[in-house]
C-alpha cells in the first residue's frame, strides 16, 4: 500500500508521530531522562507545559522498567518489536547499554518509515550503531535492513502483511520476544486490532506485550479528551477497550495472552522509587498538580504475557 492510499483519519495519527517526538525532547532538554538520539528527529521545540513533560517521563520510565525485567529474565538472546514505532529512538539507547538485543524491528505506515530511513541515512551517529564492521545496510522497497535491525513499512490493519514484514525481518516465533505498543491499536478498528493480537499471541508462546493508551475515558475528563482528539481526525476506534483497565485485561486475554495486568499512570508513578519521583518533582514548577493526576489517571499501561518465564512480571519489580 502506497502512501496516496491512507485516509485522512490515518495522516491524522501520522502525524500525532510529531508531536509525541517534539514532547520527548522538551522533556529530555529540561533532564527528564537522557537521550542523545531525539535531537537527531526533532530539530527545534517549544517548551510544553510541566504536566506534559511528567506525563512522557512516566510513560518512557515505565515502559523502560518492564523492558528492564524483560531482558533480566531471557538475556539479549531475545527480540524485540516496536508496533507504530515513529520516531522512537529506544534502539540506539539500548546499544548504548549492555542490552543490546539479537533482533529489533520497527514497524509503521509507509510514511514514517520513509522520514526515519532518511534521518538515519543523514545521521552518522545513527548510522553507525545499526552497521557492523562487516554487515551492510540495505534499502530495500522502503524499509531498511541492517544485522539486527530492521525498519518497515506496513499496515498494522493487516495482519497478513504484519506477519510477511516480521518474517521479512528475520523474526523467529521460538524466540523470546518483547512487543511494544505504545497508543497504536487504539487507533485501530476493534476486529483489525483484535485480529492483529490475537496473531501476536499465537505466533510468540514466550512474549511480552507492553501496550500504553488512554483508560477511563468514560468520565468528564475522558470526554474532553475524546472531543479534542476527534478535533483532530483522531477518532479512538478502540475508546470501547479504554473505559477502563478491566477492560484491556479482558480483552488482552480474550486474544490468547495468559496472564494480563493494567495500571492507569498515576500508579505506575507511585511505584517509581521515592527518590527518582523526588529529582523529577524539582525540575519544574508544578501549578495544576490536580490536572497530572487527571492525565495520569487517563492514560494506563497494560502487560500482557506468555510464559512461565514472564508469569512474574509486575509493577514493583
Known sequence: MNAMSWSVEDEAVIATNTDATECKRCAVELGYWKD?????????????????????????????MFIHQFLERCGTKCQIINLGCGFDTLYWRLKDTT?????FVEL??????????????????????????DGEVVVRSGDLHAEGYHLAGCDLANVAEVARKLAGAGVRGDTPALLLAECVLVYLRPVAADALLAHLAAAFPRCV????????????????????LSARG???????????????????LAAGFEAARCWDMEAVWRAFPEEERTRVEA??????????QQLHSHYALSVATRGALFADLDLNC
Open 36 to 64: 542523545e538520539y531525539i535531537t537527531y528527529f526533532a530539530k527545534h521545540v517549544d517548551r510544553k507545559a510541566p504536566e506534559i513533560n511528567r506525563g512522557y517521563y512516566a510513560r518512557v520510565k515505565a515502559i523502560e
Open 99 to 103: 542490552q543490546a538485543v539479537s533482533n
Open 108 to 133: 509503521d505506515y509507509p510514511s514514517v518509515i520513509g522520514k526515519k530511513c532518511q534521518i538515519i541515512k543523514r545521521n552518522k551517529a545513527l548510522l553507525e550503531k545499526i552497521c557492523t564492521e
Open 209 to 228: 506485550l507492553l501496550l500504553y493508551e488512554q483508560c477511563n475515558l468514560a468520565d468528564r475528563f475522558g470526554e474532553v479528551m475524546l472531543r479534542n
Open 234 to 252: 483522531c477518532a479512538l476506534a478502540g475508546e470501547r477497550f479504554c473505559r477502563d483497565p478491566a477492560a484491556q485485561e479482558q480483552r488482552l
Open 283 to 292: 525540575l519544574e514548577m508544578l501549578d495544576e498538580r490536580e490536572l497530572l
